[in-house]
């Protein structure tokens, strides 16, 4: 197909959040609408199974890669950070998990200075989104979505038999165990749900991109590596590219979208000139907008994961040897149901360090699977520990620790210095130390301690009181990085406004996870998918349509 000149709308990024405002959009079959992706195309098998996200951890073609700078916290440590640069983006290579996070999450966006982002602003969003596993027609609650998009699987019934152990041992604790974390009181012990339609993953690419690709108003251009937005005055009136080696340019009648997330969206509105005017004047770029916060306030979930050889079988009982693997494999081309079908993260919960905490403190992973003899660089999760074993893992729901990221030079094509900068306040410190102990306390509870044969990693030679230590040599991103053009009322210390348009820009917004005023209580890929529902619809009230 040929590139359209001249647009009503370019989408920057056929990602989460570009997926979806690009298909929104050109449902006005008037609105001409051009989505530009730096990846290639996500039909490949490793894509679309979802336990195959293992085999893109580490793909230059669909990942962007990238290194952050050294944790001082983890001990001068530097942390992976892949993110999709692919059709999906990061939906495309991620674990699938759905998880919208809690009200209270949301009222703290309302209540700094973002009117219409409370969680009674944003449930209807997250609803027209879905069409899920547990919504029916006595779902009088409007908790969950029916007949939308993105499916949302319950996955209570398949999940390994270890997962209810995992339950009955949070029971145990004291511990409610929820059927649904996505539900009313999502709080406890529980199943995840995930992102599958029919056995394969249903990114937003699969849910709102592909369902619409024909319509005659929407054009995707692949490989399209934007460079800079192009203005006229203080108006950005279109995009310059690079495909095929050469450079483009298109332009757009109404707006520009910047859907290329949490590292993406701050690292061209900083080539662009949009920035802190002291580092893009050290730089040589022309100074558009002064905005010293685009790039700043970095968030992100730091986890640790404990390993445990187990009594009993696991999945690495049926994934590792090369029978099971084949017996995997027929059943899911059979019915596709089975261990291929789903993500490794099945169980987890969200709990409270303390009893009379207002909200939850902890996420909590459980996997029925281990991986402690392979380097991560070489990890694959078809070829698991070749012994029994399962891992437990948590991070902190709210870390209060900011980073920031920006370019270092002027070529648009280099990556960002990423500053993470986690455990940089007594808070988030305090809570890894609760967190650490949290997870050998559910190790030792019945009826999971049944079946445990030792702890391997950290292993028993490492004792209570030196458990943080372990957490700091250990602990990693859990690939949600947010808010690094976060949306406030005061052009000083935020990027957009409650309508997320970019402050003091015309034609301009940005509409992904990068907006977050916060990290949100769990996995980021639902609440992003709401955020661009929600920003769409501004986008077409904005044109005056209904």
Known sequence: ???????????????????????????????????????????????????????????????????????????????????????????????????????????????????????????????????????????????????????????????????????????????????????????????????????????????????????????????????????????????????????????????????????????????????????????????????????????????????????????????????GKLRAALRYIADRRGPLSMSVNQAGGFVRAHPADPHPTFQLYFSPVSYTRTPIAERRLLNPDPFAAFLLSFNACRPTSRGHLAITVPDPFAAPAIHPNYLSTEIDVAEARLGVQLLRTIAQARPLADIIVEELVPGPGVPDDALFDDFRARADTVYHPTSTCRMGPDPRTSVVDARLRVHGIAGLRVIDASIFPSVTSGNTNAPTVMVAEKGAAMLAEDRNLR
């Open 1 to 323: 197909m040929s590139h359209p000149e001249d647009v009503d709308y370019i989408v920057v990024g056929a990602g989460t959040a570009g997926c979806v405002v690009a298909s929104r959009l050109s449902e006005d079959p008037w609105a001409k609408v051009a989505l530009l992706e730096a990846g290639g195309s996500d039909l490949s098998l490793w894509i679309q199974l979802p336990i195959g996200y293992g085999r893109t951890f580490f793909n230059p073609r669909i990942n962007w890669m990238f290194d952050t700078e050294p944790v001082a916290a983890l001990g001068g440590r530097s942390s992976y950070w892949p993110r999709g640069k692919v059709v999906g983006g990061s939906g495309s290579i991620n674990a699938m998990v759905h998880v919208r996070g809690f009200p209270h999450d949301y009222n703290a966006w309302r209540d700094a200075g973002n009117p219409g982002w409370g969680w009674d602003d944003v449930l209807p969003w997250f609803t027209r989104s879905e069409d899920h596993d547990l919504a029916s027609a006595a779902d009088s609650d409007g908790y969950h979505g029916r007949g939308g998009p993105q499916h949302v699987t319950d996955i209570t019934k398949s999940v390994h038999p270890l997962c209810h152990t995992f339950l009955e041992t949070g029971r145990t604790l004291g511990h409610r165990v929820t059927s649904d974390f996505n539900g009313p009181d999502g709080q406890g012990f529980g199943i995840y749900q995930i992102n599958t339609r029919g056995g394969w993953r249903a990114s937003t690419a699969n849910a709102y991109y592909w369902p619409v690709r024909h319509r005659r108003n929407l054009t995707l251009i692949r490989k399209a590596r934007v460079t800079r937005l192009l203005f006229e005055g203080n108006r950005v009136v279109g995009v310059a590219f690079r495909k095929g080696g050469r450079d483009r340019v298109i332009r757009a009648r109404r707006e520009v979208v910047l859907c290329a997330g949490a590292i993406g969206s701050p690292t061209i509105l900083q080539h662009s000139g949009v920035g802190d005017a002291a580092l893009l004047m050290r730089l040589g770029i022309p100074v558009v907008a002064d905005l010293p916060a685009v790039g700043q306030n970095l968030q992100d979930h730091l986890a640790v994961s404990y390993f445990y050889r187990a009594a009993v079988p696991t999945l690495n009982n049926v994934l590792h040897p090369f029978t």
